[in-house]
């Protein structure tokens, strides 16, 4: 069993969990709710933005703890202020040491947040809802084409963006119209390998009216350059950060280096 089975079994306890403990009826009566959501389409697209997604991320099953001491509110504040298109924030408490409280703290930031999870039943998209995430993932390595079909239209009916993050090329069947946002993840979710070169030639083989999002492996403004000459917009970025004692002066460094 690789690591991204371990995750799945065990998001499928948690989930059975949840739903007992929290109903729809209760989730969406948070005012995060009826919040108006935001485009982070809108926002790759706009060229006065960098295109980065800045993820808070305390730890992860290949590096362990990155950065356990980092205030949520304090890292995403200075992302926002120094020029990330939306935030990435992972809520998986067992493998990543997220939480929802970290997205629902993380939402004082006007721009569009990811909620970065393991996505498997339609209940997780109405707590992201809830919580005030604008985007979903989906992550085809662990859904059929099908479940991304079904569960990217019912977070379209909740007016929530769909990212779909795609590794390898038999993912590609995975792309539906639902799925604006086409992420290539440029680590293996199996091997935790990274590969950019996969991930250049696997763009191109992308529909171009998708936007073409990067994600892992990005340490420097060479690596977005490159990936900008293939026709990506979006660049989700952050071990690169949350490595540094202070991640938001390590993203204001590099914005400045990317100008």
Known sequence: MNILDKIIAHKKIEVAERKAATSIADLEKSPAFSRPVLSLKQFLLD??????????????PSKGIINGDADVVAVTTAYAQH?????????????????????VKARVNNIPILRKEFIIDEYQLVEAKAMGADVILLIAACLTPADVQRLARFA??????????????????HICEETVLVGINNRNLKTFVVDIERSLA???????????????????AENIR??????FRGFLIGENF???PNPGAAFEQFVKALH
């Open 47 to 60: 060229d006065s933005k960098t295109g980065i997604i800045a993820e808070f991320k305390r730890k992860s």
């Open 83 to 103: 020029g990330a298109s939306g935030l990435s924030v992972l809520t998986d408490t067992t493998f990543f040491g997220g939480s929802t409280e970290d997205l």
């Open 156 to 173: 379209q009916s909740l007016q929530l963006e769909v990212l779909l993050e795609l590794h390898d090329e038999e993912e590609l069947a």
């Open 202 to 220: 696997m763009a191109q083989r992308i529909p171009a009216n998708k936007v073409k999002i990067a994600e892992s492996g990005i340490s420097s």
């Open 226 to 231: 490159l990936f900008r000459d293939h026709g």
């Open 242 to 244: 949350m490595k540094e």
